[in-house]
């Protein structure tokens, strides 16, 4: 195996930089308001660091092709770095076109020999008991998920995680009852399925995908992103642990060129991605004409709409939980805040009061709420962004509170005097910066929401029942919340309009997209 040095892309190449490289930070325009509740007050929290010992992470991993861990053909790794640290976690598998080949061949060959011959009811078998093992073993993957990630334990324990394992279980439930996911008509699987799923939610986005492709009785080629393989690679485990028949789940990790040989390869009859509005479209581009079943789950630019009848203490947390949430890097964050006018001094008063509360921090203390950017490319971007908002003429203001001296790590952000044509109101910043608009009237609240070339998801704030029905029927978003934000539930379908993306994930919507019927 070569390379002690990592590579170019992904970013973890350039990860050892000194911090001074990154663009300067902006200083606050606006003053601070001083909440009694601040991380610097008198009352914060003593630390509670969850245990890494907890993660059994291996120096080194293979590719998961066929059941056994495999040699990638290029003999290189890339090394996987901890953002929160800056320190390298584990030498990992760079995947090639030869690879994939591979992986696909063993996925055609269980398909083909072993999983579409299976009954229905032990495919559901095999998905109750990695649903079960995912319970069982959560911790170690809260913390790998964590350490790999830099989001905050609270959240890989209390989202992810348990997300994840529901997913298996209420897909399991489906794989004997495919005839009445399309009544009148006769389900049937596409067989092979490439997945490529992104670095913000690694181990959910797997079972977003995985579960309902095994559940309908395909098999699954899944390359993860290169910054977060680590909870894939534990799922390889899960695999051999549940006795899944080889071949069924192949893992590969390497480079994006790799996802698209797996996307184009012609035994994929389903492709699935999650990632860049960019990439999708070069996903699209490259399969097009070629009769491949494809989803695609891109980014968004939601807005969090508060109008002045609102409890807005409740939406105050609602609009918090919308972007700081994984550090906003959440496709359907909430990073437009459409607050009614007559409200707004109120309601950005009392958000900056809360904003300042947030602690920001080691992601492996049970008590951080923001934790680590996923990467140094991803801290570019942000502030490049934030950085366009300044000299675009809109106020900035961050909480006063101490960044950890290493690490990637960026504070809270909230725009104020935004124009819907500045780029942070324009562009997904996957990051926590929430940008502020102002509206008079509901038609101009729904006007500004649906201004976007995103359409993914939307949130509502109002007491008013009939405005909740009235406004959402009118968003161009796959996904309204009312009087809540960032809820997320197997049962329910997730997926966009427009630039966000085509194709549904989850519930009876999520199980169609892996069944042809006739
Ligand atoms: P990408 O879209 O590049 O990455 C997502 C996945 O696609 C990764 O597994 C990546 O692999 C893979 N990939 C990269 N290039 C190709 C390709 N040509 N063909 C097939 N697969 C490919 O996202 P980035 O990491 O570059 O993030 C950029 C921006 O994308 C973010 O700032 C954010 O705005 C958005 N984004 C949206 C997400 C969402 O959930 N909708 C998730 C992640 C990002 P590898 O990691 O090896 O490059």
Redesign the pocket.
């Known amino acids: 195996m070569s390379s002690e040095q990592p590579p170019k892309?992904?970013a973890r190449a350039v990860k050892r930089a000194a911090p001074s490289a990154l663009p300067a930070p902006v200083t606050p325009v606006t003053p601070h308001v001083a909440s009694a509740l601040a991380a610097s007050s008198p009352w914060a929290y003593a630390p509670a660091p969850e245990s890494k010992e907890l993660a059994l992470i291996r120096p080194r991993y293979g590719l998961f092709i066929d059941g056994q861990e495999r040699a990638p053909a290029s003999g290189e790794v890339v090394i996987t770095y901890n953002p929160a640290t800056e320190e390298p976690l584990a030498e990992v598998a760079k995947g090639g076109a030869e690879d994939a080949d591979r992986a696909i061949s063993a996925a055609e060959r269980a398909y083909r020999k072993v999983w579409s011959k299976l009954a229905p009811r032990e495919r559901a078998k095999y998905l109750y008991r990695i649903s079960r093992i995912l319970q069982e073993r959560s911790r170690e993957f809260a913390v790998t998920e964590t350490l790999d990630s830099g989001k905050p334990i609270r959240e890989s324990r209390d989202v992810d995680v348990p997300l994840a394992a529901a997913h298996f279980w209420y897909y399991a439930g489906w794989a004997d009852k495919l005839q009445y996911a399309v009544p009148g008509r006769r389900p049937e699987s596409h067989g092979v399925v490439g997945q490529?799923?992104?670095?913000?939610?690694p181990l959910l986005?797997l079972a977003w995908k995985i579960a309902p492709a095994l559940a309908a009785g395909n098999t699954v080629v899944l390359?993860?992103?290169?910054?977060t393989p680590l909870t894939a690679l534990l799922f390889a485990d899960v695999c051999r642990q549940a006795d899944l028949p080889p071949g069924v789940v192949n893992i590969i990790t390497?480079?994006?060129?790799?996802?698209?040989a797996?996307?184009t390869d012609p035994r994929v009859a389903k492709v699935a991605?999650?990632?860049?509005?960019?990439?999708?479209i070069?996903?699209a581009q490259?399969i097009a004409g070629h009769g491949k079943a494809l989803t695609l789950?891109?980014?968004?630019k939601a807005a969090n709409i508060v109008f002045e009848d609102a409890a807005l203490d409740q939406a105050v947390e609602g609009v918090i939980n919308g972007i700081f949430f994984n550090q906003g890097?959440?496709?359907c964050a909430g990073s437009r805040l459409l607050v009614q006018e007559s409200i707004a001094e109120d309601f950005i008063a009392r958000l900056k009061d809360r904003m300042s509360t947030l602690r920001v921090g080691d992601p492996m203390d049970k008590n951080t709420d923001v934790g680590a950017i996923n990467?140094r490319?991803?801290m570019e971007?942000i502030g490049e962004l934030v950085a366009s908002g300044v000299t675009e003429g809109a106020n900035l203001w961050q909480p006063e509170c101490v960044l950890p001296d290493r690490g990637w790590f960026y504070k809270p952000t909230l725009f104020t005097n935004v124009a819907q044509s500045h780029r942070i109101a324009r562009e997904?910043?996957?990051g926590p910066v929430l940008s502020t608009i102002t509206f008079r009237t509901v038609d101009e609240a729904i006007e500004k929401a649906n201004n976007t070339a995103y359409g993914l998801s939307a949130g509502i704030w109002t007491e008013k029942g009939s405005r909740i029905l009235q406004v959402a029927a009118q968003l161009k978003a796959g996904v309204v919340w009312a009087n809540t934000f960032n809820r997320f539930d197997p049962t329910s379908p997730f997926g966009g309009y427009k630039e966000s993306g085509y194709g549904r994930e989850g519930g009876l919507q999520g199980l169609h997209a892996y069944l042809r019927s006739s």
């Open positions: 892309r992904p490529v799923i992104p670095w913000n939610f986005m390359k993860p992103a290169s910054t390497g480079p994006g060129e790799m996802g698209m797996i996307a991605f999650t990632g860049s509005t960019s990439v999708g070069k996903i490259g789950e891109l980014g968004g890097e959440v496709c990467s490319a991803q971007t997904e910043i996957f």
